[in-house]
């Protein structure tokens, strides 16, 4: 069983910054995929970035591509998500996965976090 918790959202201006964190107990990372997810009020959760468990291997949604940058250290058992250029429409709850290898990186993830609220104001 792996334990997520994300840190790190808040409020920004736009095209501020922020850099989310996914801390994982329970069992290492380093055999894990891992995936960042966000939902807006009203909207369906949808996929924003993904790491191969190798580290060699990123994936972005188009929306984010160019501003956002996953990364992983599996020495700390962590994952990033470096936020760049931010805009209102990033505005969500941004939760991070993993999933055992193989397959698509853009769904059936075996464990989640609770999530955490990134707010872009215009």
């Known amino acids: 069983q792996v334990q997520l918790v994300e840190s790190g959202g808040g409020l920004v201006q736009a095209g501020g910054s922020l850099r989310l964190s996914c801390a994982a107990s329970g069992r290492t990372l380093s055999t894990y995929s891992m995936g960042w997810f966000r939902q807006a009020p009203g909207k369906e959760r949808e996929f924003v970035a993904a790491i191969r468990w190798s580290g060699r291997g990123t994936y972005y949604a188009d929306s984010v591509r160019g501003r956002f940058t996953i990364s992983r250290d599996n020495v700390k058992n962590t994952v990033y998500l470096q936020m760049n250029s931010l805009k209102p429409e990033d505005t969500a709850v941004y939760s991070c996965?993993?999933?055992?290898?193989?397959?698509?990186?853009?769904?059936?993830?075996?464990?989640w976090g609770q999530g955490t609220q990134v707010t872009v104001s215009s």
């Open positions: 996965a993993a999933k055992h290898p193989g397959g698509s990186l853009t769904d059936d993830y075996d464990y």
